[in-house]
């Protein structure tokens, strides 16, 4: 039986499949900037009812607002910060989602943001750290920038858009800054310096221990997951066959050929499978190659 006969490969792709396909990356940014723009028309950025509703404040969290753990993500100070941590969300945000997938990725970029303003809370409690609100994404960008940092650690970036250097370097120096910030370098300042650190410190822990959080809300779930990747073999073309050499083995020259078919073909089975029981976010690096490999085997074909 050949792929095409398969229930998940006949099945089209509904509305939701449709949508993913503009990238997670891109609806988090176009979320992020409208919700921006709603503090903007509703008021001054800072004061408007949008911030003053999920603004981040530990003395409201404390109080049962505990909301407001989450939608500090999505809220910003002005313009400024707003492009730089939307800049930096689609520069490392793309990478990460061919790494991970989509679903993957957001859940990454969200819990992370999550962890770091629960981090910045309890530092509040124990009072090592004024009570003071806060907003941006800064804790999920710093984590979504370390972990691609290990993905990809001589990627040029240009720091302050005209110092070229590897990313990793400017991790560290990301880090030291806000290391010298928490610990009074710069008293000055208006930034969450904390946030930052615990982004970064939820990016290393997530990258060193290969958590996957897609797999936590998938377990155990008999619901079908259609596959975003779809491989298309091409329609088969009849050919006028060569004559072959005189005395060539036909036979024995066309088994190796036809097991390595065959055995890409239960492979690929085998994945396209799991993609449709589990989503594509499930697959290992390997799995995914199998699906690259079918994919260029076809394209050859059709040539």
């Not at 792709?13 to 903007?40: E, K, M, N």
């Not at 996957?212 to 079908?224: A, E, M, P």
Request: hydrophobic share 50%; with cysteine; proline share 6%.
């Amino acid at each position: 039986m050949g792929i095409q006969d398969r229930d998940y490969y006949r099945e089209g792709p509904s509305f939701l499949d449709r949508v993913g396909q503009q990238g997670a990356t891109v609806w988090l940014i176009a979320i992020t900037c409208g919700v921006f723009l709603g503090q903007c028309i509703t008021g001054a950025p800072l004061r408007g009812p949008l911030t003053v509703i999920g603004i981040y404040d530990p003395k409201l969290i404390m109080q049962g607002e505990i909301w407001r753990l989450f939608t500090p993500i999505f809220l910003h100070a002005d313009l400024w910060h707003l492009a730089v941590n939307m800049l930096v969300l689609y520069f490392v945000g793309r990478g990460l989602e061919e790494v991970y997938g989509s679903r993957e990725f957001v859940l990454l970029y969200l819990i992370a943001g999550l962890f770091a303003n629960v981090a910045y809370l309890g530092l509040q409690v124990v009072e090592l750290v004024a009570l003071t609100r806060a907003v941006g994404a800064s804790g999920a960008v710093m984590a979504i920038l370390v972990v691609y940092a290990f993905h990809f650690p001589r990627q040029k970036v240009l720091l302050f858009f005209v110092i070229p250097m590897p990313i990793w370097l400017m991790v560290v120096l990301f880090a030291a800054l806000d290391l010298m910030g928490a610990f009074g370098g710069r008293p000055d300042s208006k930034t969450a310096f904390v946030v930052h650190l615990a982004g970064l410190l939820f990016g290393l822990v997530y990258f060193q221990t290969g958590w996957q959080f897609s797999r936590l809300f998938t377990r155990g779930t008999k619901t079908r997951v259609r596959p975003k990747l779809r491989v298309t073999p091409p329609p088969v073309e009849e050919e006028e066959e060569e004559p072959e050499p005189v005395g060539a083995p036909v036979e024995a020259a066309s088994r190796p050929t036809e097991a390595a078919d065959e055995q890409l073909e239960a492979k690929l089975d085998a994945v396209l499978a799991k993609v449709s029981k589990y989503g594509q976010e499930s697959l290992t690096p390997e799995e995914r190659a199998i699906l690259l490999k079918a994919s260029e085997v076809y394209k050859k074909r059709r040539k």
